[in-house]
């Protein structure tokens, strides 16, 4: 008879356990769901700084330094994306689009670089962009 007592009672304590174990492993897969989310969206966000930062060396390597300033005025997050904020001098009228000075600021860790007096123009982009660079982290990269 006692045996017969004890049974509704151990039952109910391996429900409890069962569901207690079910709760957990719910909280697990919603937790690397949500872990999974963040990752995706900081995947998604670097993907984009990325994009605008391969625009802004096809820009300079085509001498396009107007795309650039337009793509920095229209859109926050390529200004954010971009080592140098360009900003368009005073051209004298007679002279090509293509020569017209461009002001140059360097961002974040790239400030003491050099100081804000340069000037570069599209020519000068196009013609000088291309080459062979060494990296801080030894990699060597060729533009063409």
């Known amino acids: 008879m006692q045996r017969d007592s004890s049974r509704p009672g151990l039952q109910a304590a391996e429900k409890e356990l ?16 949500e872990e999974i989310h963040k990752t995706d969206k900081k995947v998604r966000e670097l993907q984009q700084k990325k994009r605008f930062l391969k625009m802004d060396i096809d820009d300079l390597k085509d001498g396009r330094l107007d795309r650039i300033v337009e793509r920095h005025q ?29 002001g140059l600021k360097w961002k974040g860790e790239n400030e003491d670089l050099v100081d804000g007096e340069v000037q570069i123009n599209c020519s000068i982009a196009r013609h000088n962009a291309v080459g062979t660079y060494s990296l801080s982290n030894g990699e060597v990269v060729h533009l063409r």
Do not use: F, H, N, Q
């Open 18 to 33: 069962r569901r207690k174990m079910v709760d957990e492993v719910k909280k697990i897969a919603r937790c690397t769901l």
């Open 74 to 102: 229209k859109d926050e997050g390529a200004k954010d994306a971009s080592v140098v904020l360009l900003e368009k001098g005073e051209a004298d009228s007679r002279e090509s689009p293509y020569y017209w000075p461009y």
